[in-house]
């Protein structure tokens, strides 16, 4: 049977039916399920391993996440992130540990908890035969209700939905993923590299539709490796560093340290006060020092004249991502 869209006021003009139309994506409302709002952790991992074969993926993750957190999930490439958000959802199983996700366990309730969870996977996989109406159809029919972000979304990352989804480019078929992720009404949000793909303006307007769910109350969950998306959205960072989620005493040990950086800009070379951890000369021509006291009265002791530009104590998220990868590898 073929799927038509029936132009109407409640349409978007490429033809998306959007919440409250009769050409809606969403369940009936005869069929819609309602839950009470969630009190407890939304996500509560313990001592989470992951084994395949004799390979150990992650040797020991905890994670909390509690309703209405915005979480970014920080680490390298095969750090383990996407493993741990895999069992989360109940795509694959924890060797050991122990794993809640809305109050249940996604090895024995899997079903149920992506029946309230909205999942955008790192490796997007989209049905190529589909056109991309049909497979929003498709997506959005697993979930009771919508948001009210069709309309949105729609603007943002406007596509061809009547063509197939196969002649899409890979930025098309993430705009394409993140609508079936979005529109959703769902109780978490897991979102795996979402700007994956996305050009800068995309980007731009996805962090727009992401301060809106934040804004709403909505949990998200948000693994990326744009820190400066993740520190612009996240109330909550968490580390995760060759299989095990760093403790939240050697973040802030890393946020004492970067406390006593000092990027400096001088008007020409001149011999530097004692007092320092480390001295490194930056590709820019800045000088990057540590010292090992109060790092404005280090700063007190250079001629004013000498200094073009300063910065201290900066801790954004890039600088304590460095220090701890640093640290994690044995480098100074």
């Not at 063509?163 to 979005?182: D, E, F, N, T």
């Amino acid at each position: 049977m073929a799927l038509t869209f029936n132009p109407g006021p409640r349409e978007c003009n490429s033809g998306f039916p959007l919440p409250g139309s009769p050409d809606s994506l969403a369940a009936p409302a005869s069929n819609r399920y309602h839950y009470a709002p969630m009190t407890g952790a939304v996500v509560q991992v313990e001592g989470l391993q992951k084994q395949f074969g004799s390979t150990s993926v992650l040797h020991r993750v905890d994670l909390l996440v509690k309703p209405g957190e915005f979480i970014g999930f920080v680490g390298p490439n095969g750090a383990g992130k996407s493993t741990t958000l895999r069992i989360l959802v109940g795509l694959i199983f924890a060797t050991s540990g122990r794993v809640q996700v809305l109050g249940m366990d996604p090895a024995r309730e899997s079903l149920a908890i992506r029946r309230r969870c909205s999942y955008l996977p790192g490796e997007t996989s989209i049905y190529q035969q589909m056109t991309g109406a049909d497979f929003l159809r498709f997506a959005l029919s697993f979930y009771p209700q919508q948001t009210e972000l069709a309309m949105e979304m729609h603007a943002a990352f406007p596509l061809p939905l009547k063509r197939r989804v196969g002649s899409y480019s890979s930025g098309m078929k993430q705009k394409l993923a993140l609508m079936a992720s979005l529109i959703p009404d769902a109780d978490l949000y897991i979102l795996d590299e979402p700007d994956r793909a996305l050009d800068a303006s995309s980007r731009l307007q996805l962090r727009i539709i992401l301060e809106g769910l934040k804004a709403s109350g909505k949990t998200i969950l948000l693994n990326s490796h744009h820190l400066s998306e993740i520190e612009a959205l996240a109330e909550r960072t968490v580390f995760i560093l060759e299989g095990r989620t760093v403790a939240e005493e050697r973040v802030a040990a890393a946020r004492e340290n970067l406390r006593k950086d000092i990027t400096l800009r001088l008007q020409s070379e001149m011999e530097l006060p004692t007092g320092t951890e480390f001295v490194r000369r930056l590709g820019d021509g800045s000088i990057k020092i540590r010292t090992i006291g109060n790092p404005m009265d280090w700063l007190a002791q250079l001629p004013g004249e000498k200094i073009l530009s300063v910065e201290v104590g900066a801790t954004r998220l890039e600088e304590i991502y460095s220090l701890l990868t640093k640290a994690e590898a044995g480098q100074p």
